[in-house]
Every structure is written in C-alpha cells, then in structure tokens.
C-alpha cells in the first residue's frame, strides 16, 4: 500500500499581542494512495487549517507534511494536487469558461486541452448551459461546482476539499457524492472536510476526528465503528467526552 | 513566464471589465474635450493650455485608475479568497506579483493610448502640430504611472485597500515635492539637511517624469537625461515587485 498523504508532528500557532494559541497540535496522521479520507472535527477544531498548511496556503509551525513522498509545498507535488476552498470564489468579471482556461494555463496545460478539459468538466458538474456567463451572477452552489470544476482541472492525483458538501441543496449533495464516488473509482485519494457525517460514511474508507486541535482518533471507518453505531452517534460520543 | 502572462490577461480582463474604469475613462475623456474649452478663454495660449491641461489630465486619470484597481490587486483578492485557487497552483508567489503589475500595466497602457488619442486629435484640430517632445511625455508619463502601480501594488500586498491607496497618494506627493524638499534642506540645519538627504535617497523622485514644462515651452529634453530617467524607473521598480514577492512570501492565509 502507496501512502499518498503522511503528515507527522504538525503543528500550528498564532502568535498576536496576547501571546499565542495553538490551533493544531501535534498531528499525525497519513493516508493511502486511492482511499478516501474524511477529516471531521467540530467548528473550530482546526481542520481548514489543516488544509490550508497541506495546500501551502498556511506554514506549519512544527511538522512534516509529504505528498507521495515529497514536500507538499515542491511545485512537483502541487502540480499532482486539486484544491476546492470552502465557500469558493473566484474573478467575478470572468465568464466559467475564462476561469477554467485560466486556470488551465497555470497548470501548464495545453490551450486545445485545456479547452477540451474545462468543457468536460464544466459539463460534469452541471454547468454546461453557464460556461459563457460571468461569475458574479453565479448563486453559492454555482461556484461550488465551479470550484470542484477548476480542483480537477490537472488531473490530480490527490484532491483535497474544504467542505464540498456545505450549502449545497440536496440535488447539488448527490451530484457532488456521485462525482466523489467516480474519481474514488479512478484511483484518485481525496481528503476532505464535512459537517454532514451521513455523507463522510457513505463516502469515506478512512476517517479522522479532530477537537481543539488534536487528532482524536483516525482509521479505517469499519474498524472504528461498531455494527450498530453511525458515524453521527460515535462523533458525539468520541468528541462529547471531550468538551 | 506562461503563468505570469496567463495572470496578467487574466487581470487586464478583469479590470477592463469593471464598471469603474469606465466612469473614470469617461470623465477623461471629457476632461480632454474640456482643454478646448479652457483653451479658448485663455488669452491666445490655448495650445500651451491645452498641451498642459491634456497631459496633466491623461496623468490624473489613470492616476484615479491606479488608487481605485490598484490598489487592491492582491487585497481584494485575499478578502475574496480568490488567490487560493491561484497560489495552491504550481506557480512561485513571485509570478502572482509579475502578473498583476503586468495586467494593471496593459490596462493603464490601453486607457493612455486612448486619451493619448484624443489629445493629439485635440491638438491637430487646433494646428498645434505634433513635437516629437509630446510622445517623449506621454511615454514618460506611462513610466511615471507604472511606477505608481508598483508602489500601490506592493501596499496591497499588506494593508487594505484604502489604507494602500492613502500610501500611495502620500509617495505621490512626496516624490513631486522631492526636488523642493531637497532646496529646503539645502538651507536648513545639519538634522534637518540629513534628515531629508536620507529621505530622498530612499523615497523616489517623481518629478524625473514630469517634462510638462519643457513640452509645453519647446525645450528639448537630452537623450542621457530619458535614459537615465528609464533606468532609474527600471530600478526602482524591480525593488518594489521584489519587496512585494517578499511580503506575499511570508503572508499566510
């Protein structure tokens, strides 16, 4: 089994005025090539975080972070990785199209691909009939699609997504879990967030719960959970003993 | 270099399409039909009034331009979250910058030529004739004003937009005031005199760009003195991206 994602000993503060809090402590944790892994965690907990310091939007204060086997931060290892931010937003004045193709050039993808693959995938999540429409007229749940649209964009390898499913009504929920389970189909490991535990069960293989910044548990999610229990109802139990 | 160019398109897009730079084009344009006007009521210095008015107007306009796109190219897109779909691309934070000064540049270059248009149209309707002086100050003009859009660019990489635009303003007015400042020094005590020897070492001086006067009375400008004044834009320049890039290096999101 290929680790895909290893992190080790990661840690973040934020250091203001009135001295320092730590928002992720001494986190490990690491997960195969092709799984998908669901990082749960209450608000706050320290997931988006997380993420941001996986994806180079943040700097560890202590800690590794490796993207099969390389710094997660190397442009080699950016180049084999999909991002979708949480509440995602991008240049109101571009048209899904300009945007795509865009974002096509920074992954150095040819113009006669780039313009095949963002027609694919602007028809994969639904946004086809919108491609020459600019993005300020787009609702949340448009720019959702557009963000999971641009975070495939390079064909990666791995996918990490900040809350995919949040603010998306229950059509947009399904289309996305069906989109989630066809890239799981091709190999791709995906990392992501979500409040909506229902989802993570149905979607996930690995899960790893997190409070106030400390990896509470993490593993396979038929080890962690008993035959009667749902992920919901051992959530509450592992994450309640805490508070 | 592709990413940075994609950036740049990317930016000029996006600003020749906000609504904005349309009004402020607009009133540009009426300020260029305006010297006509003010022109005529001058007492058979019209030419000079226009040139004057024509060139100090194609400044403040794009100056506007600057304060208002400028100065939010990188904060406005750090409030939207929209760099992140950009910087977790495999690009440098160094090619975020390049681009944005870059797009903002091609803006500014495309609203120049287009006021530069009309001022010249001015100016033959009038039978000013066109010196060569004339594109000697628009070009210089463009400099002075890429130049601004380094200054606003590098403030937007740490301060909001307003604050940055103020910055801006107060390095406009500094550099045009550098030349007096440097006279006044001349005649005061030695703290003063260091004081303001320092600031003008480190602050620019914007009035390398201001040949107004010469277009205005005809007086040619020397060929070392443009390309001293391009190369010391060059410079600085360079400095500001560079010390945007750094900024930007270090900012967490």
């Keep these: 089994m290929h680790i895909a994602l290893s992190i080790r000993n990661l840690s973040k503060e934020y250091t203001n005025f009135g001295g320092s809090s730590r928002v992720v402590s001494n986190l490990t944790l690491s997960v195969a090539d092709g799984e998908v892994f669901g990082f749960l965690g209450p608000n706050g907990a320290g997931k988006t975080t997380t993420i941001k310091m996986i994806v180079g939007l943040a700097f560890p204060t202590r800690g590794t972070i490796e993207i099969f086997g390389q710094h997660a931060h190397s442009r080699a290892v950016r180049a084999r990785v999909g991002f979708m931010s949480e509440n995602p937003y991008f240049y109101s004045y571009l048209t899904a199209g300009e945007f795509m193709r865009f974002s096509a050039s920074l992954l150095n993808i040819p113009p006669k691909m780039a313009k095949d693959r963002a027609q694919s995938l602007l028809a994969m999540v639904g946004l086809r009939e919108v491609a020459d429409r600019q993005i300020r007229t787009f609702s949340k749940g448009m720019n959702q699609r557009l963000g999971f649209a641009q975070a495939l964009l390079g064909d990666p390898d791995i996918i990490f997504l900040d809350e995919p499913l949040d603010g998306l009504d229950p059509l947009g929920r399904v289309d996305f879990k069906r989109m989630m389970q066809a890239l799981k189909k091709e190999g791709k490991t995906i990392f992501f967030n979500s409040h909506i535990l229902s989802d993570v069960q149905e979607l996930c293989d690995s899960v790893g719960i997190i409070h106030k910044g400390k990896l509470l548990e993490v593993g396979p999610l038929r080890r962690l959970l008993s035959a009667r229990e749902s992920l919901e109802e051992h959530f509450i139990r592992i994450v309640g003993a805490k508070r | ?253």
């Design chain 2, 1 to 253: 270099m592709k990413a940075a160019i994609a950036i740049a398109l990317n930016t000029f897009r996006e600003s020749i399409r906000d609504r904005l730079l349309y009004a402020i084009l607009f009133f540009g344009l009426l300020l260029m039909g305006a010297t006509v006007l003010l022109g005529s009521i001058s007492l058979d210095q019209d030419v000079k009034v226009i040139k004057d008015l024509g060139l100090a107007g194609i400044f403040i306009v794009n100056f506007l331009i600057i304060l208002s796109v400028g100065t939010n190219l990188v904060s406005k897109e750090i409030d939207r979250k929209s760099i992140y779909a950009v910087l977790t691309k495999p690009i440098e934070r160094s090619t975020f910058i390049i681009g944005k000064f870059i797009g903002l540049g091609a803006t500014l270059f495309v609203t120049t030529v287009m006021m530069s248009a009309v001022f010249v149209a001015v100016l033959l309707a009038k039978n000013a004739g066109l010196p060569p002086l004339i594109f000697v100050a628009l070009a210089f003009t463009y400099l002075e004003l890429l130049f601004l859009v380094a200054i606003a660019l590098m403030f937007s990489t740490f301060t909001a937009p307003v604050a940055s635009a103020l910055y801006t303003l107060a390095f406009f007015l500094i550099g045009h005031s550098m030349t007096s400042l440097t006279r006044f020094g001349e005649q005061a005590g030695p703290f003063v005199k260091g004081l303001i020897a320092v600031v003008s070492h480190v602050l620019p001086n914007l009035e390398k760009f201001n040949i107004k006067n010469q277009v205005v009375y005809d007086v040619a400008v020397s060929g070392p003195q443009s390309i001293w004044t391009v190369v010391y834009a060059g410079a600085y320049i360079t400095v500001l991206i560079m010390i945007a890039t750094n900024i930007l290096r270090r900012q967490e999101f």
